[in-house]
């Protein structure tokens, strides 16, 4: 039986989340429209990310930490309302409906979060798969660490080919890698790195790294 306290919580939460996110996301998305830099535009998105995650497990945090967590519910949360008004307000019918499946609203939102966190599992073991499977290009290598020179960046940045991946990719952030499509580079010489070829790699680099 899973403690309602804990299920008032999630479902609190989860209705806060939706505001929170929203607001977040909009800020970043106002300040992003001011920056040039991709690098920050980068920082930025990713702190939104984390302010998002932080203010959930905050408000999480608060609801469990009442002093009467059983006896508080969503009931609480919503202004009180005469049942008998023949018209209602929706935040009050959506209050009540939330209030009264509850503990299925945080048994959707716990199998969600598993869900994608499984997928992120996956992904994550997919990418592994794919940079060991990678065969490096070692004669584009000494070009391409004068280009990660060129546009100051700082870590180690290696180039490879790959018949997993359909377009130009950048794989990794502690040690990144450029994942080209098998073939791409047939007829090409690493002179040529440097020119229009891989142009759009440079705006990929600086904004991840």
Excluded: C
Excluded at 35 to 47: F, G, I, K
Excluded at 109 to 138: C, H, M, N, P, W
């Amino acid at each position: 039986m899973i403690d309602h306290s804990w299920t008032s919580a999630l479902s609190l939460t989860l209705l806060h989340t939706l505001w929170q996110a929203m607001f977040i996301t909009t800020l970043a998305w106002l300040v992003n429209r001011l920056l040039r830099d991709a690098r920050h535009r980068y920082a930025v998105s990713v702190s939104a990310l984390m302010l998002i995650l932080i203010s959930s497990l905050s408000t999480l945090i608060l609801y469990i930490g009442e002093s009467q967590t059983v006896a508080y519910s969503l009931r609480n949360a919503i202004p009180s309302y005469d049942a008998t008004t023949t018209q209602r307000s929706i935040y009050a019918i959506v209050g009540t409906f939330v209030h009264q499946h509850q503990t299925w609203i945080a048994l959707a939102y716990a199998v969600g979060v598993a869900l994608f966190s499984a997928r992120l599992i996956v992904s994550a073991g997919y990418l592994k798969f794919v940079r060991r499977q990678a065969v490096r290009l070692e004669s584009w290598q000494g070009k391409l660490d004068e280009l990660v020179k060129q546009w100051h960046v700082k870590k180690l940045v290696t180039v490879a080919e790959s018949l997993y991946v359909r377009t130009p990719v950048v794989a990794g952030y502690l040690k990144p890698m450029i994942l080209l499509p098998a073939g791409l580079i047939s007829g090409f010489t690493s002179e040529r790195l440097g020119g229009s070829d891989m142009s759009n790699t440079s705006s990929l680099l600086p904004a991840r790294l």
